[in-house]
């Protein structure tokens, strides 16, 4: 992904997803509205009265334990926003307004797939502002005991994921590949999240994973996955992390040009990350695409331009 991608996109069409929240059990519904340019991604809960518009940010996020969460959900905050995340960044989305009716995104089938079929189905919109890039300029990195992960400098968008589980059944696995709406959808956006069922059952003893199923996870017990599909590629644990890297990453509010590089990372480790970029403005340069407009078409700023729907 470079800047010769050159609008700020929205969805062509309002977009409703329902489905049970992971960690509540309870039904989600998810309503995604197109945005004008310069708005970004963020998220509402039309449950609260006067619920603030969060912006999909790193320096909102309050956990990543669990799942990565924006602002307090007790609150007005919500929860499990990566794989969203992730669909709106490997799709080539900017500007969304994402309506929750309740704390936590519907998990779907635990992948982001459902979210970028429903924006596959929508298409996008093509902004008349350009497009504006966060390119990393020299390496910065994050350690932790045996995890690592770094941000380098590349002239394209990449990902280059590495887990290494105790467990025979995950053991050591790579995913790498340059992020391309082609290569998301291909790639990662049907990989699953996992877990063990004895951490599920201790989760569920904690009140949390309350709708975790077989629907919505890979489930792993005494080396073997128990889903009776088994897995959807051999290495589809990799993948996942690489997804939800993608997702994480994505709450730095712009597309990212260089590599993250991790090892045994995750959602902690994703946001430790974003912090220690945004702690040296000499380590990142902001890049703007340049604006294409036609004659006769607003300017940036009033009413949006229709380009008509446009699926990646």
């Given amino acids: 992904m470079t800047t010769q991608i050159d609008r ?70 919500v929860s499990t926003v990566e794989h969203l995340m992730a669909a709106l960044a490997g799709m080539g989305v900017d500007n969304v307004i994402a309506e929750l ?30 497009r504006r890039y966060l390119k990393i300029k020299r390496k910065v990195r994050v350690d932790n005991g045996g995890a690592w992960c770094e ?34 959808e291909k790639d990662l956006a049907r990989a699953r999240t996992f877990g063990s069922v004895q951490d599920v059952e201790k989760l569920w003893s904690m009140g949390f994973a309350l709708g975790s199923s077989l629907e919505n996870s890979v489930a792993l017990s005494e080396g073997k ?23 994480d990453l994505a709450l730095a509010g712009l597309p990212i040009i260089g590599t993250y590089r991790s090892y045994k990372g995750g959602h902690r480790m994703n946001h430790a990350i974003l912090e220690k970029l945004f702690e040296d403005r000499s380590a990142y340069d902001i890049i703007e695409a340049p604006v294409f407009r036609n004659a006769g078409q607003a300017a940036p700023g009033l009413a949006a331009a229709a380009f008509g729907p446009e699926t990646n």
Avoid at 104 to 119: R, Y
Avoid at 225 to 247: C, I, M, Q, S, Y
Wanted: hydrophobic share 40%.
């Fill in 225 to 247: 996955v128990l889903n009776p599909e088994g897995t959807r590629w051999p290495d589809e644990f990799a993948r996942h992390k690489a997804l939800d890297a993608v997702g």
């Fill in 101 to 130: 009716d309740g704390p936590e995104m519907p998990i779907m089938d635990g992948s982001s797939a459902g979210f970028v079929q429903a924006i596959a189905d929508a298409g996008l919109r093509r902004l008349d502002r350009g």
């Fill in 151 to 184: 941000l380098v400098p590349n002239d394209r968008t990449r990902f280059d994921i590495t887990i290494d589980f105790e467990t025979p059944v995950i053991g050591k696995q790579r995913f790498a590949a340059d992020l391309t709406p082609a290569m998301f």
């Fill in 8 to 77: 700020q996109t929205t969805i062509s069409q309002q977009i409703t997803l329902q489905g049970i929240g992971v960690h509540s059990g309870k039904p989600a519904t998810l309503t995604l509205l197109p945005a004008e340019a310069g708005v970004g991604i963020v998220f509402q809960r039309t449950d609260k009265d006067g619920s603030p518009l969060i912006p999909a940010l790193w320096s909102r996020v309050t956990a990543t334990s669990l799942c990565t969460v924006l602002g307090d959900p007790a609150n007005h905050g």
